[in-house]
């Protein structure tokens, strides 16, 4: 999956080039990462990727070879993730007959990949063997109050749990609960089951979704696949896939995953990624830092100074410069719809 | 008056291109807006500008016309501003015999232009007149510890006073009961007097800087005038004509200005240029601020988008950003300090 705005980390993600096409680690863009990961895992004819029709040639260009052309799924419209996962599932079904499908968001951070590629073995396996909706919750390492929850049903070590409810994001307050009690996980939003298992309930579960997925996959292979997907993908009910499916499924099960994940969901992450200096400062670019803790310094093509700041992101990129308080990055998408509203669409 | 190293409004103004040719007002550069507040005061062809040879070029081309290419005093060193008034004195000796002269720093701000101009000709008058040196002292308005103070003579209203004494910087404590007082005057530069009256005084109580005065003055006109110059110049002792003279003589007198003063020493000056928006921000150029109160945002090239922000200053130029809050305004000239240390010069 790899869709998104391109808002949380404005002015360095924009709307035509998202957070997944940003090299945030200083290795290679996320979506890169997220494909060479699984190398050894899933191999690379059998990766497709799921993205908006403006931004499917920007993803072939970017990920330079590793996915074949047909493999880059272009949903006319942005509808959820529950429109996208169904889209992806007729795809596979048409073309496979059945196969196991692992659902994976393509700008998430792993740390520890070995973990990470057993963890998906295991539950490639575990889809396998009990034909179940299977997800990997991500063990809690602080008291979260950013991500949703999965509550396990608490029982002797094993590969898989059952998933006893799916939870919002606590306050925090709850959060140290979860935190204390061991059966909450953190919801990475990555998917594990066959096809025809979803289609079955979505079938099920989303009827009014599952009629225009027929239709797709009835037109899929034919002359008519565009015209039909170009007609019906963008009146399929906006939905996530956690709220149509899985909250509502008693068939889910979890897999333990300890291998250092992020979401990489706002600036503050970053902190994640790279190791801070002495003075608790990240510094990319040319920076010049008197009396500053704690802050983002990102500096594209100029030089940022800055004198006494604390807990503060600057982020300098060709056309904008953003500055905010580290406790306001998860507002930083405000700042593309105020753009957006006073008609500053260059900068979106 | 046109020095200045140009730190304090880094990275507007530059080693190369000092405050003094910053168009902070909106209108015009510091230096042109001094040079046209004179005029039906001092005529434009009997101003002189004394400068560093490094921007006697540029101080040409940006003031366009308005002085003589022969009224801009180069000096080949920076030696403090006793020397430059001295050099000056002398050139007007040597030019015109003897003649009144202005002392202006170039790069104040004055609202009240018309009131300026009758203290002005006043303050000529009284140097004709008293043939002492006359200082103009500005009216406080706040109880400000970043000037220093001239205590006149308490006495019955007049156009000019006695000065009692000059005082250094105060604490808040004491630059209140300065206000209270009403004798206290900031000390702004400006001097009026004979330029036979300041040599005199030269003679007296600075003799060493006479000598080279006397030898610079001595070639003046001749084929040595340039060779003397760049020789005696560098090695003028380095003294404030404050420290070297004003405070050493018994015949200084003030006028009062109330002409809305600022010596726009840092970017909280700014506030007094402009009116700042419903939130107390400035703007200038592109910015987009949300949750933003009390900022300065200068944007040259890009846009400046901001959240939750209070009381920081945000400048944009062709190569670099600074951010930094605004009770460190007066810290800015450390970034230029780093720079030159770092030996990043390209940024000075």
Redesign the interface.
């Given at each position: 999956m790899a869709g998104g705005g391109g808002t949380r980390f404005?002015?360095l993600s924009r709307k035509a080039r998202p957070k997944q096409f940003l090299n945030l680690t200083g290795k290679d863009i996320l979506v890169n990462e997220t494909i060479d990961r699984l190398s050894g895992c899933i191999a690379a004819e059998d990766i497709f990727i799921v993205t908006n029709v403006t931004q499917a040639e920007l993803t072939l260009q970017e990920t330079k070879g590793r996915i074949r052309r047909d493999h880059v799924l272009a949903e006319p419209a942005a509808r959820n993730t529950a429109a996208c996962i169904g889209y992806a599932a007729m795809e596979i079904l048409k073309k496979y007959g059945d196969g196991i499908m692992c659902i994976l968001p393509s700008d998430a951070y792993i740390q520890k990949v070995d973990v990470y590629r057993e963890v998906i073995e295991k539950a490639v396996r575990t889809a396998e063997e009990t034909d179940s909706l299977v997800t990997i919750g991500i063990t809690p390492t602080f008291p979260s109050t950013g991500y949703g929850y999965i509550k396990r049903v608490a029982k002797e070590e094993a590969v898989w749990y059952p998933v006893e409810e799916f939870v919002e994001k606590p306050d925090m307050e709850t959060a140290k609960e979860y935190l204390a009690d061991g059966n909450y996980l953190w919801n990475s939003g990555m998917f594990i089951w066959k096809a025809s298992t979803i289609l079955k309930k979505f079938e099920e579960l989303l009827p009014d979704i599952y009629e225009c997925l027929v239709k797709i996959g009835d037109a899929m292979g034919t002359e008519q696949e565009k015209e039909v997907l170009n007609e019906v993908y963008p009146v399929i009910p906006k939905i996530s896939v956690d709220y149509g499916i899985m909250e509502r499924s008693d068939d889910v099960v979890v897999l333990e995953g300890d291998f250092g994940w992020n979401d990489v969901g706002s600036y503050d992450a970053l902190e994640v990624l790279y190791a801070p200096d002495e003075n608790g400062n990240l510094q990319y670019g040319?920076c010049?830092l008197?009396?500053t803790e704690n802050c983002i310094c990102y500096?594209k093509?100029?030089?940022?100074?800055?004198?006494?700041?604390k807990d503060?992101i600057?982020v300098?990129?060709?056309?904008?410069?953003?500055?905010?308080?580290k406790?306001?990055a998860q507002?930083?998408k405000?700042?593309t719809e105020?753009?957006e509203k006073?008609g500053?669409t260059e900068?979106l």
């Open positions: 404005w002015p040319d010049s008197i009396d500096a093509d100029k030089l940022i100074a800055t004198i006494g700041l503060v600057v300098e990129t060709e056309d904008a410069v953003l500055v905010c308080p406790d306001r507002d930083v405000k700042i105020k753009l006073d500053k900068y």
